[in-house]
Structure formats: structure tokens, C-alpha cells
């Protein structure tokens, strides 16, 4: 089967289309692969910042239809799924034509919604979800959520806009600051667009959730607060401000989460985000759009 991994780490360019034998079916649930997401980890993974067994087949999250089932499983041939592999913990990489799946962490994909959709959901959808579990309760707190524009930002700012309880305000890049005015129009939270990091006040904050990693912006939060962040290479000192409760999170499979995500999309619950969808043979260029910054929607390799 055809895998898109690497042998070595470095630049795109050192992204390949492997042929590997395909996955053993076993007690495992088998997905044909219909498209699978690429994710800043995947970059991470990739450059060697975060270091990886080789060879590796990249991608954490995937969409596709099951071709084995075992007993047992509550799943048959032919459903449409999604599921997320964390790929730093399990080795089992997404973007291959199949891939063997525990099937305790996959989740149906509801009617209406595509499969390409689906496949942009898992790993940004439930790190929000799980974020935003462990944020203090925000009723009537000002609340600001840096990177709105991001896959994890978008997830976060939808759920935190239809709260009328909090005051919201989304820092965001100045290419993203209308399309973002438009989005909260209506919604319920009251707060801004801010654009500018100047903007943002020192110890203005209650709660400062990091989806874009500015750790300058530590200072946004006022003492006794919070600042929660999921992102490690550009997180703030804890130590240098200790009154403030400080959590770094990454995601954790969980089959609740993914149901609970996909089902939100089907119901319009999840953003608006434009699909990208290349092949596996341009997974080099999926990169190169992501790290030079600035993309917006999802960017999905095919087989």
C-alpha cells in the first residue's frame, strides 16, 4: 500500500510516498483511508523538532470506510468512520490507503456530513474539547482566546462565542480580522476582533487560552487567573509568574470526545474551515503552505 512517511527528518522534501505491506487485520478495525488531515505535529515530526522512530508514516487524524471488522467491534464493513491515531504515542501514522485501527477509538461519521469533512475534525476538534474541560468556569469572566484563526482556534472560538456568559475577544492575525468580525456577528458572548498584540492589556485577563503561541502575552492575565496553552515550543516560563494557574495539554484519545465532535459538525456546531484536498504525491507542498504561515481552512492529502 501507499503511505506518505519519511526516512530521515528535515525539509519537505524528505517527504515520501512509501510502499508498505498493508496492515495486518487481526482484533484491529482496517480503514480505507478516504483522506486524512495534515497538522502543525505533522511539521514538528517531520523537521525533527519532535523526535520520532524512522521510518514513519506521518498524520494523526483520518476519515474513511471500514474494509474489516472483527467481532464484536459494533462496527461493519463498509461504515463510514473517522478516528485519531496520535501517531508520537502509538507509531500508527494516518496518511496511508489503510490503516488498523483499536476500535475503541473510532466513532461513526454521521449523515451529512462527507468524508473529506470528517477527516478535518479528530485531533483539532477534540484538543478544544479537552482544552476547554480543563478552562475555569467562565461565567463572568473576560476570557481572551489567542489564534482563533488556527484548526484548534476555530473549534475553540465557535464554542466560546455561543457563551453569552463570558466576554470573549479573539486576537487574530490582520488578514483574518474580517472574516472573524463576520463570524461573531449575532453570537451571543460579547468582546472583539483585536488584531494587535499592543492591543491586549497587561493583567486585563481572567482566562488567556494559547492556540497561536504567544507566550509574550503571559502577562494578559491578571493574578490568580489562568493561561492555558497547547502549544510546548512556544509556551511562557510558569515559574515567572506563579500566582497564575498555568496548564500546557496535549490531547488525549478519547471515543466520547470523537463522537462528540463529529456529531456537533453534522449539526453546523463546528467552524466554517475551506478544505485543501492534494494527493498524497504533493504531501511536500502541504507542508511548505502550512509552515509558511498565514493558510487558512484545513489542508487533506488523498491517496
Do not use: C
Amino acid at each position: 500500500m501507499r503511505a506518505v512517511g519519511l526516512t530521515r527528518t528535515g525539509a519537505p522534501e524528505v517527504l515520501e510516498v512509501l510502499d508498505l505491506p498493508e496492515p495486518e487485520a487481526g482484533d484491529s478495525l482496517v480503514i480505507e483511508t478516504a483522506a486524512a488531515a495534515v497538522n502543525p505535529v505533522d511539521l514538528a515530526t517531520r523537521s525533527g523538532q519532535i523526535p520520532t522512530s524512522l521510518p514513519a508514516v506521518l498524520g494523526w487524524d483520518l476519515a474513511g470506510t471500514v474494509v474489516h471488522a472483527p467481532t464484536g467491534s459494533g462496527f461493519s464493513t463498509g461504515d463510514r468512520v473517522l478516528a485519531m491515531t496520535a501517531q508520537l504515542g502509538t507509531g500508527v501514522g494516518s496518511m496511508a490507503e489503510y490503516v488498523a485501527f483499536d476500535p475503541a477509538f473510532v466513532a461513526p461519521v454521521p449523515d451529512g456530513l462527507k468524508l473529506e469533512e470528517a477527516a478535518a475534525l479528530p485531533l483539532a476538534g477534540m484538543t478544544a474539547t479537552q482544552l476547554l474541560r480543563r478552562t475555569p468556569d467562565r461565567t463572568g469572566k473576560r476570557v481572551l482566546l489567542i489564534g482563533a484563526q488556527g484548526s484548534v482556534g476555530a473549534h475553540l472560538a465557535a464554542r466560546l462565542l455561543d457563551e453569552a456568559s463570558a466576554h470573549t475577544d479573539l486576537l487574530v492575525r490582520p488578514a483574518d480580522l474580517s472574516a472573524w468580525q463576520e463570524q461573531r456577528a449575532g453570537r451571543p458572548a460579547d468582546g472583539a476582533v483585536l488584531t494587535d498584540p499592543g492591543q491586549v492589556l497587561a493583567g486585563s485577563y481572567d482566562i488567556v487560552i494559547d492556540a497561536g503561541g504567544a507566550p509574550a502575552l503571559f502577562d494578559a492575565v491578571r493574578p490568580q487567573g489562568a493561561f492555558l496553552t497547547i502549544t510546548p515550543f512556544s509556551a511562557p516560563d510558569p515559574a515567572s509568574r506563579p500566582e497564575v494557574a498555568y496548564t500546557l495539554m496535549g490531547v488525549e484519545l478519547n471515543r466520547e470526545d470523537l463522537v462528540s465532535v463529529a456529531e456537533a459538525a453534522a449539526r453546523g456546531g463546528a467552524p466554517r474551515q475551506e478544505l485543501t484536498v492534494l494527493p498524497f504525491e504533493e504531501a511536500a507542498e502541504a507542508h511548505r503552505r502550512l509552515e509558511r504561515g498565514g493558510f487558512r481552512g484545513k489542508l487533506l492529502l488523498v491517496p
